[in-house]
């Protein structure tokens, strides 16, 4: 029993140090004047593409922890992170700007590192599903608001050049 306990505990350290490089080498591996990126930005310049293989390794450093046992709490938060930077790096020009800036696959590991080593970020994910979920809600209802808001000026508009 004890050397199946062992084996997942080395298993989850191998894992835990594969997943630390690969995101050392998209946020942190070069530097600049004393400023550090990764390959995540560089990639970001191929429209599409880089964004595809960013994400995609993002998501797969994600799945090894979960496969390792990683919390849900923490494991929504890591997506939370990913999404977000997926989010913004796709949008033209500014995606780029702020990939050299956002390191989600770093902040990643700042939160399994306090999960693993610190005991943190323990527990269900329920609450911050959620919460995430209520403010989706919120923001649909806006955006519906806004949209229907937008459409009666758009038949008014309408109405008064015929």
């Given at each position: 029993?004890?050397?199946?306990?062992?084996?997942?505990?080395?298993k989850?350290?191998?894992?835990?140090?594969?997943?630390?490089?690969?995101?050392?080498?998209?946020?942190?591996?070069?530097?600049?004047?004393?400023?550090?990126?990764g390959?995540?930005?560089?990639?970001?310049?191929?429209?599409?593409?880089g964004?595809?293989?960013s994400?995609?390794?993002?998501?797969?450093?994600v799945?090894?922890?979960?496969?390792?046992?990683?919390?849900s709490k923490?494991?929504?938060?890591?997506?939370?992170?990913?999404i977000?930077?997926?989010f913004?790096g796709?949008?033209p020009?500014?995606?780029?700007?702020?990939?050299?800036?956002?390191?989600?696959?770093?902040?990643?590991?700042?939160l399994?590192r306090?999960?693993?080593f610190?005991?943190?970020?323990?527990g269900?994910?329920?609450?911050l599903?959620?919460s995430?979920?209520i403010i989706?809600?919120?923001?649909c209802i806006?955006?519906?608001?806004?949209?229907?808001?937008?459409?009666?000026?758009?038949?008014?508009?309408?109405g008064?050049?015929?």
């Amino acid at each position: 029993m004890f050397a199946k306990q062992d084996d997942r505990a080395e298993k989850r350290k191998k894992d835990f140090i594969w997943v630390e490089r690969v995101s050392y080498l998209l946020d942190n591996k070069f530097n600049i004047g004393g400023f550090r990126f990764g390959l995540d930005p560089l990639l970001n310049l191929i429209p599409y593409a880089g964004q595809i293989v960013s994400f995609g390794t993002s998501i797969l450093l994600v799945l090894i922890m979960l496969r390792n046992g990683v919390g849900s709490k923490v494991a929504v938060k890591m997506l939370l992170n990913v999404i977000y930077d997926a989010f913004f790096g796709a949008i033209p020009f500014f995606g780029q700007v702020f990939d050299f800036f956002h390191k989600a696959n770093q902040k990643n590991i700042i939160l399994l590192r306090e999960h693993y080593f610190e005991e943190k970020h323990q527990g269900s994910a329920k609450k911050l599903l959620v919460s995430i979920l209520i403010i989706l809600l919120f923001v649909c209802i806006a955006l519906f608001y806004f949209l229907w808001l937008l459409s009666g000026w758009f038949i008014r508009l309408i109405g008064t050049i015929f």
